[in-house]
């Protein structure tokens, strides 16, 4: 299965589990019921911010959209980097690579991003239903953060802690990449169903 097919799968799976219609969902996360038909048919490829939207209406972290619902029997403690999930934003073009092993119930999840040149992307959510709390260490390049009234530029071995409890903004204003690993550290309700 694809990313983009795990994706899908995970967030009806949710929706389903929570006991939401799409209507429900749609007024939860302000996400079209259309659109969200349409990401669980896998027929739509929604961007970063449609997901963070989806996943704050199903009270989950970001993060745990990308994880799979079944753990591997036996759980293996190693992912490979062929196995790692891929993930790339179709507006931002942010790639994203998800390096935690898959089934440990574990609340905090590493996470691999190479952000382009010139690239920016706002997740507008005003007010979370559940706490992540984040680190980004940099590891080559420059990544602005604007995080509510404060802003934080970060260079090559930084590492900025954060709390998303407040809109945020990424941005990358030089002509390469920006190469960063992300930790998220969820409460437990926000990663699982």
């Not at 209507?23 to 038909?37: C, G, N, T």
């Not at 048919?41 to 961007?47: F, K």
């Not at 979370?128 to 080559?140: G, L, V, Y």
Request: net charge negative; charged share 20%.
């Amino acid at each position: 299965m694809d990313i983009h097919q795990q994706i899908s799968q995970r967030i009806r799976e949710l929706r389903m589990a929570r006991g939401y219609t799409l209507e429900e969902l749609a007024a939860r996360s302000e996400v079209s019921r259309a659109m969200i038909s349409m990401i669980e048919r896998a027929t739509a490829n929604p961007t970063a911010v449609v997901l963070d939207k989806l996943a704050n209406g199903l009270d989950v972290s970001l993060a745990s959209l990308f994880t799979g619902t079944k753990a591997p029997t036996p759980f293996n403690p190693l992912l490979r980097h062929a196995e790692q999930p891929v993930w790339q934003d179709p507006e931002s073009a942010y790639i994203r690579r998800s390096l935690t092993p898959q089934g440990e119930a574990s609340s905090t999840q590493l996470v691999e991003v190479l952000f382009p040149a010139q690239g920016r992307v706002t997740y507008d959510v005003p007010q979370r239903n559940h706490s992540i709390q984040q680190q980004i260490w940099i590891i080559a390049g420059q990544l602005d953060i604007q995080l509510g009234e404060q802003t934080y530029q970060l260079n090559q071995g930084d590492c900025l802690a954060i709390c998303l409890d407040r809109p945020i903004i990424f941005s990358n204003p030089k002509a390469e990449p920006c190469h960063y690993i992300l930790a998220i550290e969820a409460t437990k309700s926000s990663i699982n169903t």
